[in-house]
């Protein structure tokens, strides 16, 4: 297969242009085949951005939206969904629990299978309920059970903080000693990602004294995707429980959690799945576990839908992990999850990944094209990527670090119409999502990142 530079290579000579030419872009654009998706999203102007400058841009031209990684873009018939089920709420009042195209006693459930093809897994073993953290202390009570010699959770150096906080509370609710419980692997000295042989080689250390091996599946910070598949198999080789948080690989990677035999996982759906802020979150168990692993906290959500409305008090509790729901879904967020799944059902993550590999890869090669660090010039401004080159490790988005300070580029960039996200204490997140983000987009980056670092050049 072609690589991503011997594309960009190949493309500016068929166009006899520099690699580095705007026409390179828009000429992979002209042969993207998922071009017409980006119209099923609402993307922002930046005159309607709040930290642009227009003394430096054209407010009328569509912003460079690479937060995706953060808070995905509005899609378009999200807002029409939502006005239905209001409209309903105002005409038939209580009947739309029954009635209608998404009736609201058991709306979520007509999506499960479009998401359950998102993260390859089966319908049966998807459920859309709750928040991410929410769904992670639900499944950590019945997957984390500690005994004393198993009692340890492997997770890494700089998880999110909710996953933090979240295996901190749970290794207290047991009585058991935090520091002791926390098994934290970390990079190598000197690296920025934790290599895939160092987390096995922990499990096969010290696996007999781990319950549960909890990471996530693209790091948020480094933006790094783990090998779940092999993680997978070291910590079920050794009686570990394996789980991760997909929060920032759901609609991002391609991912087999059926196949690759994880026991659980969680995720929320407003990053790349784009149903608006606090949106409603997905989990999943292996159904292998339908009739051992029971919910440690039961609701009548998850008694078998034929006789839930008995109301006789006996559960009749749902196998797996529909047996973990708790209460009826909030309609108005199934309603903008509707919007975009709908969306992905007309691609697959096989083609998104593809158009992915591709988009990341053309913004790694034009940072590094321009900012590779030049010993001779010890004053050019360089940027480092910390996410992993290669394109297996990693999803869409990259994690960059400055030789200048990193809060005033960031500042720069907002002035100019780029809107993507700071994390401390120096990343700078940028995510060129295949759905709706395009390879100008990521030109038109690399100018205003130009700008950007001219104007703190000038402030220095």
Not at 24 to 34: G, R, S
Not at 242 to 266: I, K, S, T
Not at 306 to 335: A, Y
Not at 338 to 358: C, G, H, Y
């Amino acid at each position: 297969m072609e690589s991503v530079h011997e594309t960009i290579v190949r493309v500016s000579q068929e166009l006899k242009c520099s690699p580095t030419s705007r026409r390179v872009a828009e000429h992979l654009d002209q042969l993207d085949e998922l071009r017409h998706l980006r119209q099923e999203f609402l993307m922002p102007k930046i005159s309607d951005l709040p930290p642009s400058d227009l003394s430096l841009v054209d407010g009328s031209e569509d912003c460079v939206y690479f937060a995706g990684n953060s808070l995905g873009l509005q899609p378009k018939n999200a807002k029409k969904y939502i006005n239905e089920e209001l409209e309903k709420w105002a005409t038939i009042g209580v009947h739309g629990h029954l009635k209608g195209s998404r009736p609201w006693a058991w709306a979520e459930e007509n999506l499960e299978e479009l998401m359950a093809k998102i993260v390859g897994a089966k319908p049966e073993e998807v459920a859309l309920m709750n928040g991410l953290t929410v769904n992670l202390h639900l499944l950590m009570l019945s997957f984390y059970k500690p005994t004393p010699k198993r009692y340890k959770i492997l997770l890494e150096d700089k998880a999110f903080p909710s996953d933090h906080y979240a295996i901190e509370s749970q290794i207290q609710l047991r009585g058991l000693d935090v520091a002791d419980s926390m098994l934290i692997i970390k990079p190598r000295e000197g690296e920025d990602t934790i290599r895939t042989e160092d987390i096995v080689s922990v499990i096969e250390r010290e696996g007999d004294s781990i319950a549960l091996v909890m990471l996530s599946s693209v790091q948020y910070y480094t933006g790094q995707l783990f090998n779940m598949e092999a993680i997978t198999k070291a910590g079920q080789a050794k009686g570990c429980f394996v789980g991760f948080d997909c929060a920032h690989a759901v609609g991002n990677a391609e991912l087999r959690l059926h196949d690759w035999n994880v026991d659980f996982a969680c995720w929320c759906s407003y990053k790349y799945v784009n149903s608006g802020a606090g949106g409603l979150a997905g989990a999943y168990i292996h159904e292998k576990h339908s009739h051992s692993v029971k919910p440690a906290l039961m609701g009548w959500w998850g008694h078998n839908l034929k006789t839930r409305f008995l109301m006789n008090n006996e559960m009749d509790l749902q196998p797996g992990v529909n047996g973990f729901r708790l209460s009826n879904q909030p309609i108005l967020l199934v309603c903008p999850l509707q919007a975009s799944l709908e969306i992905f059902n007309r691609t697959s993550m096989k083609d998104l990944r593809r158009k992915s590999v591709l988009l990341t890869g053309y913004l790694e090669y034009l940072i590094r094209h321009y900012y590779t660090k030049d010993p001779s010039d010890p004053d050019k401004p360089s940027v480092h990527i910390i996410t992993p080159s290669d394109p297996e490790q990693r999803g869409c988005q990259l994690s960059l670090s400055f030789s200048r300070p990193i809060r005033a580029v960031f500042q720069e960039l907002e002035k100019r119409g780029v809107a993507c996200d700071m994390r401390e204490p120096n990343v700078l997140r940028v995510a060129p999502v295949p759905l709706y983000n395009s390879f100008t987009d990521v030109h038109r980056f690399i100018t205003a990142l130009g700008s950007a670092l001219s104007a703190c050049e000038d402030k220095h």
